[in-house]
């Protein structure tokens, strides 16, 4: 089943025109990973310190795979870019509704 995952970040206000050029290297890697459908991303029209990542993954297992290889191999240093813990929501469709 399709997974839907929201990753909600706040940039530090000196890193607003920093962060597009990074997001752009960290996201050609994410969209290439394994069971990635896609990922946009969604700029706050009145805060474009607040992002919103949204992916589409072709399973939890994938997901998981994805945040794991994040954790290690794959490690950023997109929280230099941080201005707190971003938070991570994840969701399936009802089919049922």
Known sequence: MTLIVLFD???KAEAVEAAPAMLREILT???AFEG???VDVLIDSKDPAHM??????ASAEADAAYRAW?????A????SLLEGVPQLSQFEAAREI
């Open 52 to 57: 919103i990542l949204f992916e589409r993954w």
């Open 9 to 11: 970040l706040r940039l």
């Open 29 to 31: 890697e994410t969209r």
């Open 36 to 38: 990635c459908l896609g």
């Open 70 to 74: 994040r954790a290690g191999a794959g």
């Open 76 to 79: 950023t240093d997109l929280g």
